[in-house]
Structures are given as structure tokens and as C-alpha cells.
């Protein structure tokens, strides 16, 4: 490419697999030159006009920057072809184009006019796939918001494994998970005080498109929907609450699922196997099919999928092999009609259902037993969750503005079996079978109405109303066989506790731009909400213990934001951030008596905000070059704790805490054929002030490590009519703090550090591609999560064994 190319991968690339030879297939999807399609390009700088362009035509776009430069386009705001609305953007400019091949453009001087003096050309400027974004409920190039982010697109989802939150945020720098299907936690910039959700509200909000997802009471019932045909992932590090509400405390994770093309048909499969060490057999099995029903008015796109992650545990005293066996099944339909050029609706489906067989804690003390042994008597954590989930999106362009309707629903049950029986077996001294198990059921139902400006004025912003209407029901019931016949009672039920939050929050939300000059941008905006939270509970059984009384709460806050931006090129932007975050609190459900401390748990909890102190730059240059980095504060007030007794564990709010600490994001193809990353992240999150008369110390929290890095290589060259990708990724992960209470045993006391290799080759052509992989290639066993309750003996979830693997991809 010639020097003082700026080229933009269009939204339909950056969507696709980007612009690899190896991942030729996807980029399949970009319009034709000559047919027909609706646009909205308002009259704005000529070079942002044809960045909109690129996003609505799905075609890339190369031109010399200089060639822009104080030139401006006419608002196109019509039905054509690419190239007919191509031509009314360049009237009068003295600019021609011509067309490469189906999928890009290249824009120039037109010679038969006469040439005006020219200034020599700038440097290259390269922008990169993955570039829009929605991040804040507008169209974007993410190198003007002013948020430290990341964009995961297809091309890093569609890596072996890539379809759950645990492997697709190990690139996103201060990103930590922990946990295992059904109960994983995820956690942003050290913002967590547990390694499991509990009963309180997670510190990271994950949506779907603009879904929120996640319980507001007792979170650790999540269902991590498997990534299959999505867009991109957005990841937002830092407070978000202006934007997304309580609960994006840490940050928010945005997953924006892949919709119709309304132009052709297309269809795509995904078969796979693997093999762990020592363990079971796997697959996945991955379909997608796109159909314009009426071209360019109605289409639909359906994907389905079914993976089965083998087990790798064995139980040595129920004597069964690969236990923690783990199977996704699941399928999401898409609908999008457009009846006129300024009307869309979209509306979609999600179901997924997980099973697992439980038992992924392993001995964590090599005299109990081997590190991929479990000994619990019944099955630990086994999991059957079913998510539903619906949304309809309006979408009307007022000419200046979008106006967006978004109306969704949320429902979720899910059972959890948990091995106590010991514990139980102590409590009322008698050796009875006990059956401990979990249930919950959900339903959420979410409406938002915004506004939100389109075009390249010195104002812009968005505005909306959120109402959220959230029921939940958590049964927790223990039987013992016998008991009824020991104890001379009517029944075997040991103790049952229905738990019943009923949440609902309003909320009104509104963000500004305001441009003082073409360098410098100043945004803010603010969330004022109101919860109410109904909270009651029924207690039976041999223990039932005391019940919680019907309580009814009300919380209100206002969360701002106020950032400044300097970009003294298109390419570089400098901000200055300082953003609120804020999470509801909650109600504990314990009614039994600690009978070592003699005293029940706080039956309440207060809400817990913190405030972000970020400076950032993001710089895009030639061959792909990009850094994306942070530096960023945190203070973090009236913490939600997890704490632990004899029975089980309780939130109570205990002191101050400080986050600090540096991001890195690089990537680049400094070669043909040759492109990397590097992600790099250095947290201390420490816990700095403690109630007294509290058994706990003041220290880091174990949230994340101190340094965790990832990076990747990927060679790619063509072998006659294919091409032959080979790939190599690390992950450093440090130790981090296993709690905050002293452990019972000092081995419990932090997880390991630990490095983590992946490989894979690739061969691909003609829409087709076989790839062979091996993830944790030096087999390494590091504890990455610790589990220590009273009622059970401390284990560890580790690195899964080496997996080998096999894929073959082909569209159609």
C-alpha cells in the first residue's frame, strides 16, 4: 500500500473475520458495487462521511488523508447502490474512486480536473478492524471515546475455545475470571472482594446488545451464554454507570450478537473435536444460516450450536471418571425489518442450556489426594441452568437523531447440587445421606427509550429512560435420608429456605459532547435512579432457624461523568476522565446462629460506589499499528464483603479500599504475512481501611493479580491456492489473594501464578478452513481459584490439562 494510505476496514469486515487471507470466507459479506441499499450519511467532514460509508456499505475504503483535509460532504440520505452514493458524497470535492474488487475502494485526485497545489503527503494512517463501536449508545470510532476499552471482533472469537467469558477476556488487560459454569465471576480493574459471585450484585454488568443480564440479587446464578455468530464484545473498563447502571461498578462487558443481512444468503458450519489429557472426549458443533426473505426489507439468521467440554476430574470416592463434564446447547433466532428507509426493527430469541456433572474443585493439599482429584461424597457444583432470552429493538431516524426503543425479557432457572454432608452429618450427629441443592428462577423484564445524535456537529449526545422489573425466586432445601425415623419427626427435610427479591429500578440517564475545537472535545453526563427493592424469605425443616421479616428498601443516587479529550491528529487522542459507580445493597438470608462466633449474621447491607480516576491515549498508525493504555485511580468506599462463618458465607459492609494501576493494549502487522498483540495490566488493589472488631486485615484484594499479560504471534503464507496460518499465544497470570479472612489452611492462602502457552495451524481456501490447535501446551496444573468454606475441605479449580483439538470451518 502506498505511503499516506488512510484505510478503514468497514463495519462489515471489522464484523467479519477482518482482513486476513486466512479468514477469506468471512469477508464474503460485503455489498455488492451495484446493488441497491438504504443509506444515511449526514452533510459532516468528508473524512468522517466516508468512514459512514464504509460502516453502512460494508466495503473498504482507501484514501490519502491530506485528500480530505477542510473538505466537506452533501447529506446523502437515500436508497442506492455503493457506488451512486459514492459518487453524490465526492460532488465538487475534485475526488474520483474506483473500485478494486466487490469489497473495497480506493479513493484519489481526479486527474481530468484541473490540480490545485498540493501539500506533500502525511504519514500513513491506518484504521484498524474493530474500530465502531457502541459503547456509548451512539455509532463511534472507538478512538473518540473517551473510555478505556476493549473490542474483541470475530476474528479473535472464532480462536479455538473463544466462545465463553473465561477465554475470550484473557486479552483485555486488568480482566480477571474465576468461578465455573453457572457461578463465574468476573472482575475489572481489582473491583471484587470475593472469587465467586455470592449474594450481592456483581461489580460487572454484562449485556446483550443493550440487555442487561445478570440477577441483581444473589448473582452467582449467571448463565455465561456461549459466543457463537456474535459481532463483536465490547469491553468497558472503569465505571460505567452513567450508561449502564448499578452493578457496572467494575466496568461492563457488551456482547453484540450478529444480525440479519438483509442482501443475500449465506450460511456457515463449524465441526469440531478435543481431547484433554487424562481426561474425556469433546466437541462442538456450530451452524449459522442468513436468509433475506424480501431483499433489503425482511431477513432472518438463525444460529445453533452444542459443545461438550470434556471432564478431566475423578471422583475417587464415588469412583467416576471425568465428572466436571460440561455441555452447552443452544440456538438464537434474529429477525430485521425495515417496512420504510427510516424505520428498523430487530428482534431476536437466545435459549441455552448448560449441564454439568459438577465436581471441578479438585484437592487443592497433596495428602488428600491428587490436584485433578475430587473426594465429595455427593456432586459439588453440578449445574443444570436454562436462560431464555428476548428482546425487540426499534430504531427511527428523526433526520439528526435516532430515536431507539428497547424492550427486552430475561428468564433463567437454574439448579445447583452442592455436597455438605458432612458438615449436615455433624450438626445433628447422625450419619444420614444428605441431598443439598440450590434452585432458583428468574424473570426479568427491561425497557429503554433514548435518543441519541448522529452526524459530526460540535453537540452530541445521548438521553433515555430505564426501567428494570426483576423477580427472583432461590429455594435451598436439604433432605437426610433417615432423618424423619431417628429424630421421631414427620419428614426428612433437614431445612428448607425460600428466598424471594422482588427489584425494580427507574432510572433517567443523559450524556453531552461538546466540541470546542477540532482538538478538543469536553463530555458529561449523569444517571439519576431510584430502586426498590421487596425482600422476604420462608424457613422449614428440622433447622429451619428464624426467619428474615418482609423488608422493603429504597435506594436513589445520581452517578456522573465527566471526561476531556485532546486529539492533536486523527490518529492520537489524549483524555482525562473521572467517573462515579454505584451498586445496590441487599439483604443476607442466613437465620442460623454461628455457633463458633454465637451470633447470627447482619440481616442488611448498604449500597457501595467508588470513584475512577483515569488518564488514557490511544494512537492508530500504518501496518496496524495501535496502543490503547491507561493509567488509572480508584476509591472505593463502604465495600460489600464477603464474609465467612461455620454455616456459609454473608456480605457485610467493612471499609475503604484503593485501585491503581496501568493498562497496555499494542497490535500491529509490522510484515506481511506477520501481525501481533500484546495486552499487559499492573493492579494493586488493596483493601485500606477496616472497621475494628472485624477478623480481617487490610491488604490486596483478590479481585486480580498484580501483572497478568497476554500476547500473540500469527504467521500466515500462501501455499498455492491456500494459505497457512500458524499462531502462538502466552498468558501470564500472577498469585493473587484467595480472601480476605485468614485461611484455614495456609495453603488456601493465594492462588498460583502461572504461564499458559496455545498453538494452533491453520490451512484455509475457497470459504474453507481445518485448523489444529493445542491450548496449555506445557500441561501446567496452577490453582487459578481457591475454594475454602467451613462446611467443606479447601480445594482448588485448576488449568484445564493439555487440550488438543481439531476444527474444520466452511461458508457457504
Not at 474520483?96 to 501539500?119: C, E, M, T, Y
Not at 438463525?302 to 464415588?318: K, L, Q, S
Not at 435451598?476 to 431445612?495: C, P, V
Request: net charge positive.
Amino acid at each position: 500500500m502506498k505511503k499516506g494510505a488512510y484505510v478503514l476496514c468497514s463495519l462489515g469486515l471489522v464484523l467479519g473475520m477482518g482482513c486476513s487471507p486466512t479468514t477469506a470466507y468471512a469477508q464474503r459479506a460485503g455489498r455488492s458495487p451495484t446493488q441497491t441499499y438504504p443509506f444515511d450519511i449526514p452533510a459532516q467532514p468528508l473524512g468522517r462521511a466516508l468512514i459512514r460509508f464504509g460502516v453502512q456499505s460494508k466495503i473498504a475504503i482507501a484514501f490519502q488523508e491530506d485528500l480530505v483535509v477542510g473538505k466537506r460532504s452533501k447529506a446523502v440520505r437515500a436508497t442506492g447502490s455503493p457506488a451512486q452514493i459514492l459518487s453524490r458524497l465526492l460532488e465538487g470535492t475534485g475526488l474520483a474512486f474506483r473500485f478494486s474488487n466487490a469489497r473495497s475502494v480506493r479513493i484519489f485526485l481526479d486527474r481530468s480536473l484541473p490540480r490545485p497545489d498540493h501539500k506533500p503527503v502525511a504519514p500513513v494512517i491506518m484504521v484498524q478492524p474493530d474500530i465502531v463501536v457502541t459503547a456509548q449508545k451512539r455509532l463511534q470510532d472507538v478512538i473518540d471515546v473517551p473510555v478505556a476499552m476493549s473490542v474483541i471482533g470475530q476474528r479473535e472469537l472464532r480462536q479455538p475455545g473463544r466462545d465463553r467469558s473465561e477465554t475470550y477476556l484473557q486479552s483485555v488487560p486488568g480482566a480477571t475470571y474465576a468461578g465455573i459454569i453457572g457461578n463465574s465471576a468476573v472482575a475489572i480493574r481489582g473491583i471484587s472482594t470475593s472469587l465467586y459471585n455470592n449474594n450481592q450484585q456483581g461489580t460487572v454488568e454484562v449485556l446483550f446488545d443493550d440487555m442487561p443480564s445478570l440477577n441483581r440479587y444473589y448473582s452467582r446464578f449467571n448463565s455465561d451464554m456461549r459466543l457463537v455468530d456474535v459481532e463483536r464484545v465490547e469491553v468497558l473498563r472503569g465505571p460505567q454507570g452513567t450508561l449502564f447502571g448499578s452493578g457496572a461498578l467494575g466496568g461492563a462487558i457488551r456482547i453484540i450478537n450478529a444480525k440479519p443481512d438483509l442482501s443475500r444468503f449465506q450460511t456457515s458450519v463449524e465441526a469440531g473435536l478435543t481431547s484433554v489429557r487424562g481426561g474425556g472426549m469433546g466437541h462442538e458443533l456450530k451452524a449459522m444460516v442468513n436468509a433475506p426473505l424480501v431483499t433489503d426489507r425482511l431477513g432472518l439468521r438463525f444460529a445453533g450450536y452444542d459443545i461438550v467440554e470434556p471432564g478431566f476430574v475423578d471422583n475417587v470416592v464415588r469412583r467416576q471418571k471425568d465428572v466436571n463434564r460440561v455441555r452447552s446447547t443452544g440456538a438464537r433466532a434474529t429477525v430485521a425489518f425495515t417496512p420504510t428507509d427510516r424505520l428498523t426493527l430487530t428482534g431476536w430469541a437466545w435459549h441455552q442450556r448448560d449441564r454439568t456433572g459438577g465436581d471441578f474443585v479438585g484437592f487443592l493439599n497433596p495428602r488428600d489426594g491428587k490436584a485433578y482429584q475430587s473426594g465429595s461424597i455427593r456432586p459439588e457444583d453440578a449445574v443444570h441452568d436454562q436462560a431464555t432470552f428476548l428482546n425487540l429493538t426499534a430504531r427511527y431516524d428523526l433526520g439528526s437523531v435516532d430515536l431507539t426503543s428497547s424492550t427486552s425479557l430475561g428468564l433463567r432457572k437454574g439448579r445447583l447440587a452442592r455436597d455438605y454432608t458432612s458438615f449436615w452429618q455433624d450438626q445433628v450427629q447422625y450419619d444420614g445421606s444428605v441431598d443439598d441443592t440450590v434452585a432458583s428462577r428468574s424473570r426479568t423484564f427491561v425497557q429503554e427509550l433514548r435518543i441519541a445524535s448522529k452526524g459530526d456537529g460540535p453537540l452530541q449526545g445521548v438521553a433515555g429512560i430505564f426501567y428494570l422489573d426483576q423477580r427472583l425466586k432461590v429455594n435451598f432445601e436439604r433432605t437426610m435420608d433417615g432423618l424423619a425415623q431417628e429424630k421421631g419427626i414427620s419428614s426428612d427435610l433437614l431445612s428448607q429456605l425460600l428466598v424471594a427479591p422482588d427489584t425494580r429500578e427507574f432510572a433517567l440517564f443523559g450524556e453531552v459532547t461538546l466540541r470546542l475545537s477540532h482538538q478538543f472535545d469536553v463530555t458529561a453526563g449523569a444517571r439519576w435512579f431510584r430502586d426498590n427493592l421487596r425482600f422476604s424469605s420462608q424457613r422449614t425443616g428440622y433447622l429451619a432457624g428464624e426467619p428474615t421479616p418482609v423488608v422493603n428498601s429504597d435506594e436513589g443516587a445520581i452517578t456522573p461523568k465527566l471526561a476531556i479529550a485532546f486529539k492533536p491528529t486523527p490518529a492520537m487522542s489524549f483524555y482525562a476522565q473521572m467517573a462515579n459507580g454505584y451498586r445496590t445493597g441487599q439483604n443476607n438470608f442466613v437465620g442460623l446462629r454461628d455457633a463458633e462466633a454465637n451470633a447470627r449474621p447482619v440481616s442488611a447491607y448498604g449500597p457501595d460506589d467508588l470513584w475512577n480516576y483515569e488518564l488514557g491515549l490511544k494512537i492508530r498508525q500504518g501496518r496496524g499499528f495501535q496502543i490503547n493504555a491507561a493509567l488509572f485511580y480508584i476509591d472505593w468506599r463502604n465495600i460489600q464483603l464477603t464474609r465467612r462463618q461455620t454455616i456459609t458465607t454473608y456480605t457485610q459492609n467493612a471499609g475503604n479500599a484503593v485501585s491503581q494501576g496501568a493498562e497496555l493494549e499494542m497490535t500491529g502487522e509490522p510484515l506481511p504475512g506477520v501481525r501481533y498483540g500484546l495486552s499487559a495490566a499492573y493492579v494493586d488493589a488493596r483493601l485500606t481501611r477496616v472497621p475494628k472488631g472485624l477478623a480481617i486485615q487490610t491488604g490486596d484484594l483478590p479481585g486480580a493479580p498484580k501483572l497478568s499479560a497476554f500476547g500473540f504471534v500469527e504467521l500466515s503464507r500462501a501455499l498455492g491456492s491456500r494459505n497457512a496460518t500458524l499462531r502462538f499465544e502466552q498468558r501470564y497470570v500472577g498469585s493473587r489473594d484467595a480472601g480476605l479472612e485468614p485461611a484455614v489452611d495456609p495453603a488456601a492462602e493465594r492462588t498460583d501464578a502461572y504461564f499458559e502457552t496455545n498453538a494452533s495451524l491453520s490451512l484455509g481456501s475457497s470459504g474453507s478452513e481445518v485448523r489444529l490447535y493445542v491450548r496449555n501446551l506445557f500441561d501446567r496444573g496452577a490453582a487459578i481459584a481457591i475454594r475454602e468454606l467451613a462446611a467443606t475441605p479447601p480445594g482448588a479449580i485448576r488449568l484445564t490439562p493439555r487440550t488438543i483439538g481439531l476444527q474444520f470451518l466452511h461458508a457457504f
